[in-house]
């Protein structure tokens, strides 16, 4: 396996996510952010951010498909969400929890990160997302 994910002793629990990832392999996939956005670039759930999220994992599996990849491959992800708030986490994961089976997001997830921004490059996407991962 190239790829091992662990949360060392004495980091913060409960989280849903390894606080720790390595990667053995020599051929590294990076996917660009994702958004919500169908492949003829129409917007998707606009105003929701659980079926952004969705739809962005949804891309973001395309990107690691393409590469040969699946979200077991990944070793890091990145979210970054338009006027975050705490008040809005239950939203984000029931977006993720949507498509955590259809697309093999493993539990826990690889290290994550969520970063709150004031806008992304459009007014209506609220969250994009970044995969790291590494293969053979």
């Given at each position: ?21 390595t990667g053995t392999g020599t051929r590294h996939v990076h996917v660009a952010g994702q958004i919500a956005r169908d492949a003829e670039a129409n917007p998707v759930a606009t105003g929701d951010l659980t079926g952004q999220v969705a ?82």
């Open positions: 396996m190239t790829v091992q994910l662990f949360t060392p002793e004495g980091m913060m629990q409960p989280v849903p996510y390894h606080h720790v990832a739809q962005a994992l949804r891309n973001t599996a395309r990107g690691l498909a393409g590469a040969g990849a699946g979200f077991t491959d990944v070793v890091r992800l990145r979210f970054f969400v338009t006027h975050w708030s705490p008040e809005r986490m239950d939203d984000f994961m029931a977006g993720v929890e949507r498509v955590a089976d259809e697309l093999g997001i493993p539990q826990p997830w690889p290290p994550v990160s969520l970063i709150g921004v004031d806008y992304l490059f459009e007014p209506d996407v609220l969250v994009e997302v970044e995969a790291f991962a590494v293969l053979d």
